[in-house]
């Protein structure tokens, strides 16, 4: 099993930066796909970033170019680099990680959330 802890969120005004963290545990290695997904009132579980065993990123449309995700060397630690927030940046964020093996031979895991098996408990953000 893996065990997931977010850290990191805050009330943040329009156009500030943010970074939250994910920290991994139990049989977490670097052969797992990590990844950040965020959920509203409205809005059920929207993949924002993920990043593949090999260190490759994608990102959701409305995050591109202000986001980054990144992991350290150990693969156990998850990073979401958030600049020039915006009220509709507003939601609870998730850290999900699932093997690669389950993950990378499929299209679009960003917008399959059922996908991953390992979620944390999240952290709040809210920009106004």
């Known amino acids: 099993h893996v065990q997931l802890v977010e850290s990191g969120g805050a009330s943040m005004q329009a156009g500030g930066s943010l970074r939250l963290t994910c920290k991994a545990s139990g049989q977490m290695s670097s052969d797992y796909c990590m990844a950040w997904f965020r959920r509203t009132s409205t809005k059920e579980r929207e993949g924002v970033a993920m990043?593949?065993?090999?260190?490759?990123?994608s990102y959701t449309g409305s995050v591109k170019g202000r986001f980054t995700i990144s992991r350290d060397n150990s693969g156990s630690t998850l990073y979401l680099e958030m600049n020039n927030l915006k009220p509709e940046d507003t939601a609870m964020y998730y850290c999900?990680?699932?093997?690669?093996?389950?993950?990378?031979?499929?299209?679009?895991?960003?917008?399959?959330?059922?996908?991953?098996?390992?979620w944390g408990q999240g952290t709040q953000v809210t920009v106004s």
């Open positions: 999900a990680a699932e093997k690669a093996s389950v993950i990378m031979p499929l299209g679009g895991a960003l917008y399959r959330p059922t996908l991953w098996g390992y």
């Open positions: 990043i593949d065993k090999n260190g490759m990123p």
